[in-house]
Structures are given as structure tokens and as C-alpha cells.
């Protein structure tokens, strides 16, 4: 990183220890005299308060009690983690969720950094994707890259993110898909990603259950907004969903299917 970025760092990880001479390596990248491993407790690090402009985790922040990180981090700079983190599906129940569980869920990590005073940007975090995606060679791959995306988002509990890779696959559809087979595959996996969601409130299902719909309804031949609407009726009642049970609507798509 140092050699990327032009940056002084400092390394606390195992690493060092695995690494047989770390101060070779150094060398080897020209970094020796900018880079250094420090071996010390993380949870005792010792930097003096708001040292560096940038901090980042693999996999060790379940093992901090206490906000060392905040500490030696300068006021307004970022902090990156990487955790295994459990979604809200995780049964403490179930055997096999109790032998691979992670830290916690990803709604409490949140709630955890926040605690110790740090900004949690998350709800920005799909932004670089999104970005990156719009620039996918092909608005079909794009589209199902989004849709994707979403899903992720879906699994660990992220509204706001999900919303947004679902709104950005309707944006592709919109703009990008013009033929008629392309519109009719796009929206079967808009509909069938939309089946699977389950962390969406009552407001944002609605507005995607309804341009969804609307979509189908403007497929270019009869047969095909049939099996689309039809296809609309079941996101209007799922099984294991208790808010999503509205027998007025799938009654509705299914009269106008037929």
C-alpha cells in the first residue's frame, strides 16, 4: 500500500510474525524507510491519539472491546473493516447456524461502530459499485449484475442499498432494453428477484411492485403481458411474508392475465 499510495503505515496484523524477514520485504518494495511493522497489542497500540489518516481491518474488530481504532485515528478520516458478519436469517436454534456463525448480525455490527463514535457510511457504500456496473458492456448483464447486487444487499439486511441496485436495474431497463425478447427476460428476473426479497417495507415494495407491473402491461405482444401480469400477481402475495399478503391486487393481475 505504501508503494501505491506514497504513505507512511504501520502494520500491528500476525502477518509479520508469519512473514520469515518483513523487514527484507520492505526492502525488496523500496519501502524500508517509510513502512514499518510494529509489534505490539492492538488493543495498546502505540501511536499517539489522531496519528493517521486512514485505518483499516481484516477480520479483527470482533476481538476489540474497546475503541482503540477511534483513538489514533484522526478526527473526520476513515476506517475500513472487512468482518464475517451473520444476516437476519442466522436460528440460534439450528446446529449448523451455531458452528458457522459470525461476529453478530450485520444491523448490529452497524450499531456497534456507531457506539464507538464512528460515522457508519454504509448507506452509501453501493455507490462505487453502482458506478461500475453502469459501465458493464451489454444493459442485460448490467441488469442482472444489479439485480444481484440487490439480492446481497437483500441478505444482509440493507434497505436502502437494495433499493437502490433495484432502482438502478429499472433505470437499465428503461433506457437500454428496447427489444422485445431482452424486455421480456429482464423483467422475468426483475419479478423473480422480487419474489425472494424480504427486507423491503410496505412503501418501497409497493413503488417496485407497481413499475414492475407496469412494465408488463406494456410488453409488445398480448401473449407475452399475460404471462408477465400473471407472473406480477404473485408479488402481491408471498407465503412466508405476513405484509405482503394483498389478495385484492393478485385477484386484479390475474383478471387482466386472463
Known amino acids: ?134 459501465s458493464v458492456s451489454g444493459p442485460e448483464s448490467a441488469l442482472r449484475l444489479y439485480l444481484q447486487c440487490a439480492e446481497a444487499a437483500n441478505d444482509s439486511d440493507l434497505e436502502p442499498v437494495a433499493y437502490e441496485f433495484f432502482t438502478q436495474a429499472y433505470i437499465m431497463y428503461e433506457k437500454e432494453i428496447s427489444d422485445s425478447k431482452a424486455q421480456i427476460m429482464a423483467l422475468h428476473l426483475i419479478i423473480g428477484m422480487l419474489q425472494r426479497m424480504h427486507v423491503f417495507g410496505v412503501e418501497n415494495r409497493d413503488t417496485l411492485t407497481h413499475k414492475a407491473t407496469g412494465y408488463s402491461a406494456k410488453l409488445l405482444k398480448k401473449p407475452d403481458q399475460c404471462r408477465a401480469v400473471y407472473a406480477c400477481s404473485q408479488l402481491f ?6 405484509d405482503v399478503k394483498d389478495g385484492e391486487r393478485d385477484v386484479i393481475c390475474r383478471k387482466a392475465a386472463s
Open 1 to 134: 500500500m505504501k508503494k501505491d499510495y506514497g504513505a507512511f503505515g504501520a502494520d500491528t496484523s500476525q502477518k509479520q510474525e508469519q512473514d520469515s524477514s518483513p523487514e527484507e520485504l520492505n526492502q525488496i518494495a523500496g519501502v524500508d524507510k517509510t513502512c514499518d511493522f510494529v509489534k505490539a497489542d492492538f488493543m495498546k497500540m502505540p501511536f499517539s491519539d489522531n496519528k493517521f489518516d486512514e485505518v483499516y481491518a481484516i477480520e479483527a474488530t470482533c476481538h476489540a472491546p474497546d475503541a482503540e481504532i477511534y483513538r489514533v485515528l484522526k478526527p473526520g478520516q476513515s476506517f475500513a473493516t472487512y468482518e464475517w458478519c451473520m444476516t437476519e436469517a442466522y436460528d440460534p436454534q439450528n446446529k449448523e447456524h451455531q458452528h458457522i456463525k459470525g461476529v453478530s448480525t450485520v444491523r448490529v455490527f452497524y450499531e456497534l461502530l456507531s457506539q464507538s463514535s464512528l460515522s457508519v457510511l454504509h448507506p452509501d457504500a453501493q455507490k462505487p459499485t453502482v458506478e461500475a456496473l453502469s
Open 237 to 242: 402475495w408471498v407465503d412466508d411474508q405476513d
